[in-house]
């Protein structure tokens, strides 16, 4: 997915003229509701993802399930099925023309099975949609090239850029290297596990040894990238990638047997100073070492996605700042 300073490109245009149209995708029928709007050059499109693991990608009238060439691609957006009051991870297209805008979900055949939307269609919606499930062939000579045919640059579907964290797990010492970091929403944090068995599990800062999902009165579901076993001599090393969906702390840790006791623990904006800075969370994980205590704290919630070796991590918080994630390879949830 790119990102593009056209979506700021407009930013003159008086709000007042400006609309904004939502559209939720997926959540049940694989389908983007509304299937398609007309749009002003200016207005905006909010895609909200909704359960369980899908796209909004450029595709052209002539080819619904191929990616445009240059065209926008939100990236895959898992939302856990238990997840059902949100925050959802949310994109936004910013309308530069009003030349018709194809989009299609690259999930598994999911545009194969109709899910498609379109922006300023005209008459052409049923023809894009019957030519993306196979029933016909849609005619080239339609406008069909992406939004931005006409510009400098590209399109994109979110309005800031994102940084990508680098943290290493494990290796010849039991540490996250390094070992906290502050990270803005949108920010991702890649995780490449190094040899033996480590995770990445979310905690709380009472509970440090403790998975979020068993202390959590209000039921969240924490993430946790599972066992990520690394022979001696790989070549090769998994990788597991969180997104941030606000500025609270997030605290991580180990579930291999004894290693959060030795003070193998992660935390993203952790306070400088006070009572609940990192080396709080460390020292408490090695005096607790996995002991029950009462949890009244949480964390960012996330869905994960797995592919073979690899785990990737999408947490999604509520409004259109939405950063991405890398696919290394391709197995999402369906």
């Given at each position: 997915?790119?990102?593009?300073?056209?979506?700021?490109?407009?930013?003159?245009?008086?709000?007042?003229?400006?609309?904004?149209?939502?559209?939720?995708?997926?959540?049940?029928?694989?389908?983007?509701?509304?299937?398609?709007?007309?749009?002003?050059?200016?207005?905006?499109?909010?895609?909200?993802?909704?359960?369980?693991?899908?796209?909004?990608?450029?595709?052209t009238l002539a080819q619904p399930c191929v990616k445009a060439s240059n065209g926008f691609d939100s990236g895959y957006m898992?939302?856990?099925?238990?997840?059902?009051?949100?925050?959802?991870?949310?994109?936004?297209?910013?309308?530069?023309?009003?030349?018709?805008?194809?989009?299609?979900?690259?999930?598994?055949?999911?545009?194969?099975?109709?899910?498609?939307?379109?922006?300023?269609?005209?008459?052409?919606?049923?023809?894009?949609?019957?030519?993306?499930?196979?029933?016909?062939?849609?005619?080239?000579?339609?406008?069909?090239?992406?939004?931005?045919?006409?510009?400098?640059?590209?399109?994109?579907?979110?309005?800031?850029?994102?940084?990508?964290?680098?943290?290493?797990?494990?290796?010849?010492?039991?540490?996250?290297?390094?070992?906290?970091?502050?990270?803005?929403?949108?920010?991702?944090?890649?995780?490449?596990?190094?040899?033996?068995?480590?995770?990445?599990?979310?905690?709380?800062?009472?509970?440090?040894?403790?998975?979020?999902?068993?202390?959590?009165?209000?039921?969240?579901?924490?993430?946790?990238?599972?066992?990520?076993?690394?022979?001696?001599?790989?070549?090769?090393?998994?990788?597991?990638?969180?997104?941030?969906?606000?500025?609270?702390?997030?605290?991580?840790?180990?579930?291999?047997?004894?290693?959060?006791?030795?003070?193998?623990?992660?935390?993203?904006?952790?306070?400088?100073?006070?009572?609940?800075?990192?080396?709080?969370?460390?020292?408490?994980?090695?005096?607790?070492?996995?002991?029950?205590?009462?949890?009244?704290?949480?964390?960012?919630?996330?869905?994960?996605?797995?592919?073979?070796?690899?785990?990737?991590?999408?947490?999604?918080?509520?409004?259109?700042?939405?950063?991405?994630?890398?696919?290394?390879?391709?197995?999402?949830?369906?």
């Amino acid at each position: 997915m790119m990102f593009s300073s056209l979506f700021l490109a407009l930013g003159a245009l008086s709000l007042a003229q400006a609309a904004q149209f939502n559209v939720t995708v997926g959540g049940g029928p694989l389908r983007y509701d509304p299937q398609f709007v007309t749009a002003n050059p200016g207005d905006t499109i909010i895609f909200t993802f909704k359960q369980a693991n899908h796209t909004a990608s450029q595709s052209t009238l002539a080819q619904p399930c191929v990616k445009a060439s240059n065209g926008f691609d939100s990236g895959y957006m898992p939302v856990s099925a238990s997840n059902t009051n949100g925050p959802f991870p949310a994109a936004q297209y910013t309308v530069q023309d009003m030349n018709p805008v194809w989009v299609y979900c690259k999930q598994g055949n999911h545009c194969q099975q109709g899910m498609v939307f379109a922006v300023n269609p005209g008459t052409q919606f049923a023809a894009f949609q019957a030519a993306a499930m196979g029933n016909t062939v849609a005619s080239s000579s339609s406008a069909s090239t992406p939004a931005t045919a006409t510009s400098t640059a590209p399109t994109g579907v979110v309005t800031a850029t994102s940084t990508d964290h680098k943290v290493v797990v494990g290796g010849s010492s039991l540490i996250y290297t390094p070992s906290n970091i502050t990270a803005q929403v949108g920010d991702t944090v890649t995780f490449q596990f190094m040899q033996k068995n480590h995770t990445v599990t979310q905690s709380t800062f009472a509970d440090p040894c403790r998975a979020l999902t068993l202390t959590s009165t209000s039921g969240q579901v924490g993430f946790d990238s599972g066992y990520m076993a690394v022979g001696s001599n790989a070549t090769t090393f998994p990788t597991y990638t969180v997104k941030i969906n606000d500025t609270a702390p997030v605290w991580v840790y180990c579930k291999q047997s004894g290693h959060c006791g030795q003070g193998m623990v992660f935390s993203v904006n952790a306070v400088e100073s006070g009572s609940n800075n990192y080396a709080a969370f460390k020292a408490k994980a090695i005096q607790l070492n996995g002991t029950l205590t009462t949890s009244t704290s949480t964390g960012a919630q996330a869905t994960q996605t797995k592919s073979g070796g690899v785990v990737k991590m999408s947490d999604h918080g509520a409004g259109v700042l939405v950063g991405l994630v890398g696919v290394v390879t391709g197995m999402f949830l369906a």
